[in-house]
């Protein structure tokens, strides 16, 4: 396939100079093959966190695109990513999720590869006669970076380094996105998943996009405690703003006062956590540990969102992996503290469990409203859809544009950067 085809040869159908997108772009089963080879095998694609690789040999199952994949840390501490496909006759040689080993094999022929996915043994080798290289048949190894414990691979070579991907801006976020260890490191507490039947830019204009939450989380914000509430007002503070990060990824900054959750720990403990301080002076935590640890658990002020698949949302992971035109993953992947107060991580998981969790009041309305935009797409093929909002008042940021806190700017990034991608 190439964009040479007529199909796909005018860019500007699909993402018009004017902030509209083709409904094709939803739809198109060629054009979703299409991304699958010129995004997510030619870019950083998130494929796990390296907590959830403690010791040597841990491992747990991902997705690079639609190829699926083994993360691995091997016994020199060293993280792999392989795809997960024997090398002779296309089998995976692991199906459970996650776990511990000391090797992987093949169920098919018991072709045995080591933790860096070297071939190690096969059985009755002397068939392949004398001229046959195990060193040439081990497992397929991705480039493979990480960023503040965040795992990427690519299948691209001459990819640039993970942080000139990223840039400096979303580095900045990044790290002060990890405060929420509250002084210990950030790890996973546990996830949940689900698959909704949408595109997978449907989701990936989500992250970023202020416009529905009142709207679509109308539920949750009646759950809320009157100053929480008021916490959630950012549309009609008008204080908040979302920027273009550079390579598809933008940011959404809803609280501004905790951009930084270092910033005013002098600040009083709210309502909602005085039980939790207390419980942590209890255990002997000093006064300003306290403070820093309950700030932590409130979650960031702000959405991050990463080109093409992962976002981080005030105090979780949100990674997509597309299955198909109108069929997408999705993983929910609450956060905590390495080594730090338990009582703090179940506080963290409750806040979870009432938004993202899949009995919350935030993930289902998300999910419904997805499925609902995926089913209208089938309403006329010469409407287009709109990510416009805001382009009246956006001004120059550090590294791209910003708008109003419900402006799609973030759209805008994340389609720039599809374009420039489909049209390499």
């Known amino acids: 396939m190439s964009l040479d085809m007529p199909k796909f040869s005018d860019l500007d159908a699909l993402y018009s100079p004017d902030a509209k997108v083709a409904t094709s772009m939803y739809e198109d089963p060629e054009l979703f093959a299409l991304e699958m080879e010129k995004i997510f095998r030619r870019t950083w694609v998130w494929v796990a966190h390296d ?101 990427f691979a690519t299948f691209n070579e001459d990819a640039p380094p993970l942080v000139d991907f990223l840039g400096p801006q979303v580095c900045r976020y990044i790290d002060l996105f990890m405060k929420q260890g509250g002084g210990f490191p950030v790890k996973v507490l546990g996830e949940h998943q689900f698959t909704v039947p949408m595109n997978w830019k449907v989701q990936l204009e989500n992250t970023t996009d202020a416009y529905h939450f009142p709207v679509v989380h109308k539920s949750f914000l009646q759950t809320l405690d009157g100053a929480t509430e008021e916490m959630f007002e950012f549309l009609a503070t008008g204080k908040g703003y979302v920027e273009d990060l550079g390579n598809g990824h933008s940011v959404m900054v809803m609280i501004p006062e905790l951009i930084d959750l270092d910033d005013n720990l002098d600040a009083p403990v709210p309502d909602r956590f005085v039980t939790l301080a207390q419980e942590l002076r209890d255990e002997g935590y000093p006064e300003d540990q306290v403070k820093k640890i309950v700030r932590a658990v409130g979650g960031a002020g702000f959405n991050l969102n990463l080109f093409p698949n992962v976002s981080f949302s005030l105090a979780f992971f949100r990674v997509l992996t597309p299955v198909a035109v109108d069929r997408t993953d999705i993983r929910h992947i609450a956060i905590g503290m390495d080594g730090g107060p338990a009582a703090a991580n179940r506080a963290r998981l409750r ?47 550090e590294t791209g544009p910003r708008g109003h806190i419900s402006a799609e700017t973030g759209m805008r990034a994340a389609y720039k950067m599809w374009k420039r991608m489909m049209s390499e």
């Open 51 to 151: 907590s959830e690789f403690p010791d040597k040999g841990s491992f747990r199952l991902s997705n690079v695109g639609l190829e699926p994949v083994i993360v691995v840390r091997d016994r020199k501490g060293a993280i792999h990513v392989m795809v997960n496909r024997c090398r002779h006759r296309a089998a995976t040689v692991c199906e459970i999720r996650q776990g511990k080993t000391s090797s992987f094999q093949c169920p098919y022929h018991g072709w045995g590869y080591g933790l860096d996915g070297s071939l190690r043994a096969l059985p009755y080798p002397e068939q392949y006669g004398d001229d046959f290289n195990k060193d040439q048949h081990g497992l397929q190894r991705l480039r493979t970076e990480s960023y503040q414990g965040m795992v």
């Open 351 to 397: 806040l979870h469990e009432h938004f993202q969790g899949p009995m919350g009041f935030g993930s289902p309305d998300d999910a419904e409203v997805w499925e609902r935009v995926q089913r209208g797409t089938r309403g006329g093929d010469s409407l287009p859809i709109l990510v416009n909002r805001g382009l009246v008042d956006e001004q120059p940021g």
